[in-house]
Each structure stands twice: as structure tokens, then as C-alpha cells.
């Protein structure tokens, strides 16, 4: 069971996951702990715990992160999607998945879950975040979004189905950015039984240990990396590094089409010499020189060196000083047919991946 | 019934009620001659001779009306709209009538009707062709467009639900910028009871008149005013005008926010001062120095002085010879509540309605 003591790690695990993007759990967490203590804890289930049967659907925001910041978010838009998806599939919603186990959007699975008393499913389609919704394991793997169901604080819910899921991004994309660039999507409906094909699996514990790394290394003033590192390795090989260390010595940003934009720059000591990371959403690449240390789609993330607080990449500031953490991403986004939909390439850089085994 | 030999006559009233918008309706004309010669005619029903109970819906295509030109049409846009209502509703469709019986638009309902095997009811939303898909007599007088079913050439279909019908509006209009400023839109679901009390009613008799009207002059060489004015009588008290008419000598137009908007300059006989029409889609105010000659909601229309073709907005070419014709708006548009929907402020205009029976 997940109650509302367990929201701050998982917060923090998510953002870890997160890769800068996801959006700032924040408002997310006090939104969840009220809810779990007013209506009961969550119920997280193993993927074979999930009858065959089961109707699944994923959920999670759509938008530029930096808006689910600026905006109030009220779970009546999160509860208006979700019924209209019950009435378009006719029947009822047996668990829920987040889209993306990642940032303010892995708690929002919960806050989905506590609203239809269901379980959540320890998956995911992303293993981190993405900024596009047909960047999923179910869309790598050949499943179909439709139909997705959109809805808004404004109240207007839509349903959509498309030939495609470039479509549906492009569509959803469009709503997104009609409604301020943030809308609530529930999509990729899938039964119980086809959940350990096409998600990303173990990623709800995986966050939770994650964080409860994070939060043991901060009350006892430790350095993370060996308890992110053996949390990791509960989970499978995935590897973690520390890609360098220093400070913000420059932030540009700029919402448009629907996302965030930007770039960080540090000046890594001990040396000085400058480290560049640069996000649409989520950090995508980071460089040191000529030297490409890590990239999409492992995971690249900034934590501060004083409070091992995770900063997400709309957040970061002129003169923080942070560690930037890389963590290898799960084996099925480093398939070469995932690698054409969320390497390098598929965000315009002239790169093609670079595991950070590679670069150990 | 309406057959294939009633198109060209329908097309030309259409056109004239256009305003200058609704689109060319070439293309249409040639399909809707092509599906009603295999298909058998389609009916024209009275608003007295709609079932109470009849599931009635409205239809139209939204976006710029240039590109219902440089784009191919096919009916499959339009039977997965009417399909996916269909199916949102969980009955049958007895009857569709046309947003707007203008233009391009008002023959999309033919079709529409055609594939269906279903009657066209004798009235509209607009009696002539506005920009916005709210600017209609249902939202005018408190009818929701909800549920909206929206589908493009692409095959995505979208239904949609929204708290009022500028919201309606407002997502409507992302989802056709997205597919390229064109998409095919089922709104306005209304019962049979409900068409005389919320609709503009006779509007597709009217067409036809008109365009009889057109044509008998055309083949007559005969000046069409009277004809026009003798038509338009016995549809009610409407007015129609000839503005002026002269030589045009430039034309500004721009397709952007999945509108068309332009500017028409006119050397008019026999002073030669320049006459002005500005339009959004539709001819909304035509000027002549600092006299407003007619303004929305009335209809204003160019008709080729030579061959008598109505000339839609973004048609007219410089060196055309054009006489600008006014007619009167139904009564509905005309009311204090429609003005602030569809009389020039609402287009940013700052002007008030000038009708024109008070310029005559």
C-alpha cells in the first residue's frame, strides 16, 4: 500500500527519473498526501499481479513542464479524462499507469488511481520522461494511443483517434497548447495481460527506492551515488555516474510549440571548463568540450550539492551548484528501433547515442 | 428532391450568400453531381416536415476557405465526422442541415445528406457564412455545439465536449490549423422540434432561388438585380443592393490563426474613388472614403460584372470587373444579442452595424 507518508520519496525518486523533466512534483504532492489521507492509501501491483482481463489505461500532462508550475492544477480535470475514457471503452477502469513514472507526472497515476479507488500498475512506458506522448514503449512496440482522451481546466474533455500516434501527438499537442500548453491525457488503453510486453516494468519501486536513497542521503548528510547505485541494481544493471559537478554559470529557457526549450550552462570544477545541457522538456544531451557525456535516452539529471534537492531544467538557476547525474535508461529504449524515436536524432541533435557505459 | 441538375444553381446561391466565404464550391459541385447521378437525389425537407423526435445535426467545413481549394476533396472526411456522431449519440441521424448554406459549405451538407441517405432540411445556422463555427443562430440563442465531432483528411476523427462554444470554438479551430486549416465538423445536435425555434429557416429554397435567379440572367443577359430582389422577396422582406461597382486594382490576403484575411480595393465607376472590402473569410465591411456602405452582419458579395460568377474573397484578382452587391442579414442576425456576436466589433471592427436599408 501507498499512503501519504510515501509522497515525498516517490516525488523525489520520479523527478530523479525524471531527466529535468516531468514537471515540479510539488503542488502534485500536497494535492496526493490530502487525498490519500482523506480517501485511503493506493494499492501498487506487480505486473503479474494485474489480471489478464484487466482494462488498463496511462495518464499523465501533456504540455511544457513549466506551466504545471505557473498553473494550479485541481484533480477535477485529471477525473474528467478519465471518465470520459470509461464511457468511450463501456466499461469500468481496473488499474491505472503513468504515461511517464516521472516528475509531478508519476504522482499524477496516483492522484488518477485515488480518484477511481484502483490500483496502480509498478510500469510505465517511458522508464523516465519525454517530451512527445508517442515517445512510449507502447508506441516503439507497435501499439495504438487511440483512443486517448484529453481534458483541460477548463472543463472541455475530447476524444480522440487518429491513424497513427505521430498524430495523436500532433493533435493532443495542438489541444495542449489551445488549452495554455497543459492538458490531462489518458491514453494507450491495454489489458492486463499485455502490460510485461509493452511497459516498462518495476518503475514505481524503482522510484520509490530511488528517493528513499535520496531522503537516507540527505537526513544522514552522505553522498547519494552509492545508495542511488545499489538501489539501481535492485532493479537490474541500470548503471549511475556522476558526470561532473559545478556552477550555473548560465539558464536560458523559452516555452514555445507547446514545450520547454533551453540550456544550462556550468563551469565543472575542478577544472572550470564549461558543461553544457540542453533540454526540450528533459535534459537531452549533455557536452563537455567536444566531448558528448551522456544522452537521451539515459537519463541526465541535476541535483544540488547542499540539499540533494532534484531540480528540474525549468528550474535551474544562476548560481546553483549541482552534481549532474546520469542513469542508464532501460534496455528497451536503447533498441536501435527506440533509438530512432528517442536517441539524439529524433530531437534534431547530429549525434547518435552515447551510452554512459560507454563513457565510464 | 435535389438532383444533379439542381447543383450548379445551388452552387451560385450559395456563393452569392457566402459573403465572399464558405468556399469555392468547384470542387463540391463536381462530387456532389457525381454522388447524387450514382446515388439517387436527396430530399429537401421543410422545417414543418421534421419529426419532432428527428435526430438532426449541422455541418460544414472549418478553416480558411482557400484551402478547400488547393486541397482535393473526399467524402471519406466526411462520413467518418457523421460516423463518429453517430456513434457518440448511440442513434441514427434522420436529417443534416448546413451550418451555413454558403458557399462550398452549403453543398457539404448535400453530401453529407447523400452519404447518409437522409433529407437536408430547409435552414441553416447562418443564413450566409461567418468565421467562426460560434457565430451561428444555435449559440446565439444558448444551444450548445457539444458534442462536436471533427474529423480531417488525414482520418483522425475527434469528438469533443466543452462548457461553453467559444471553447467549442477555440479547440475546433487548433484542431484545423493542425491538419493544415481544413477539418470537417458535426455539431450542433438538435431534434426535430427544436429547428424552427433555433435555426434560420427556407435558407436552402432561398440558394436556389438565387441561384436560378443567377443563372437566368447569366443566359439572358440580363442585369441580375431584379431577378436577385425578386427572390430574396419571397423568402421575406430581405433587401438587396448593389454597393458599386468598378475595376479592382489590389487584393492583400493572408492565410494565418486558420482564417483568411484580405483587403479589396476597388476603382469604382463612375468617379473612380476607391471602394473597400474587408474580409476575415467573409466580406465583413465594404467602405468608400469615409462612408461605411454596408458592414456585417448583412452579406456582401462580388459578382463579375461579364460572366455573373460570384467571386469569393480570396478569388478576386486584380483588373476583374466586379459589381459588390449588399443583402439584408435575416432578421435573427439583426437582434441586439446576435450583433454582439456577429455585427463588426466582433471582428475588431470599430463600427457599429450599418444596415443597409438605412444607407439606401
Redesign the interface.
Known amino acids: 500500500m501507498f499512503g501519504a507518508d510515501d509522497v515525498n520519496e516517490l516525488a523525489d525518486g520520479c523527478t530523479l527519473l525524471g531527466s529535468g523533466g516531468g514537471g515540479d512534483p510539488y503542488i502534485f504532492q500536497l494535492v496526493l498526501q490530502e487525498l490519500l489521507t482523506t480517501r485511503g492509501a493506493v494499492r501498487v501491483i506487480g505486473v503479474d499481479q494485474v489480471a489478464p482481463d484487466a482494462q488498463v489505461v496511462n495518464v499523465g500532462f501533456v504540455g511544457a513542464p513549466i506551466v504545471l508550475t505557473e498553473k494550479l492544477f485541481c484533480e477535477d480535470e485529471v477525473a474528467l479524462a478519465l471518465h470520459?475514457m470509461r464511457q468511450r471503452l463501456g466499461r469500468r477502469i481496473d488499474a491505472v499507469m503513468a504515461a511517464e513514472m516521472a516528475g509531478a507526472n508519476g504522482l499524477s497515476a496516483f492522484i488518477a488511481a485515488s480518484l477511481l479507488g484502483v490500483p496502480v500498475v509498478d510500469a510505465d512506458g517511458m522508464g523516465r520522461a519525454f517530451p512527445r506522448s508517442d515517445q512510449i514503449s507502447y508506441a516503439i512496440l507497435g501499439r495504438s494511443a487511440s483512443p486517448t482522451l484529453v481534458s483541460n481546466e477548463?472543463?472541455?474533455?475530447?476524444?480522440?483517434?487518429?491513424?497513427d500516434n505521430s498524430?495523436m501527438e500532433?493533435?493532443v499537442?495542438?489541444?495542449s497548447?489551445?488549452a495554455g500548453s497543459k492538458c490531462f491525457s489518458v491514453d494507450y488503453p491495454l489489458f492486463g495481460r499485455d502490460v510485461p510486453t509493452y511497459a516498462i516494468v518495476g518503475t514505481v519501486s524503482l522510484a520509490k527506492r530511488l528517493g528513499h536513497a535520496i531522503q537516507h542521503a540527505r537526513r544522514s548528510h552522505r553522498q547519494p551515488l552509492a545508495a542511488l547505485q545499489a538501489a539501481l541494481h535492485e532493479s537490474g544493471a541500470a548503471v549511475v555516474r556522476q558526470l561532473g559537478e559545478g556552477k550555473v554559470t548560465s539558464c536560458w529557457n523559452e516555452t514555445r510549440d507547446g514545450f520547454g526549450f533551453g540550456t544550462v550552462t556550468l563551469e565543472a570544477a575542478p577544472t572550470g571548463e564549461p558543461m553544457t545541457l540542453r533540454y526540450q522538456n528533459e535534459f537531452l544531451v549533455a557536452c563537455q568540450g567536444d566531448r558528448v557525456l551522456a544522452t537521451t535516452p539515459d537519463i541526465i539529471s541535476c541535483m544540488d550539492t547542499e540539499t540533494l534537492a532534484i531540480i528540474t531544467s525549468d528550474a535551474v538557476r544562476y548560481g546553483q551548484r549541482v552534481k549532474v547525474l546520469a542513469i542508464q535508461a532501460p534496455p528497451l529504449l536503447r533498441t536501435p528501433a527506440a533509438l530512432r524515436v528517442v536517441g539524439p536524432r529524433a530531437f534534431g541533435f547530429d549525434l547518435d547515442y552515447v551510452p554512459i557505459g560507454a563513457t565510464a
Request: proline share 0%; net charge positive.
Open positions: 470520459g477548463h472543463g472541455d474533455v475530447v476524444c480522440l483517434e487518429t491513424r498524430r500532433h493533435l499537442r495542438a489541444l497548447i489551445a
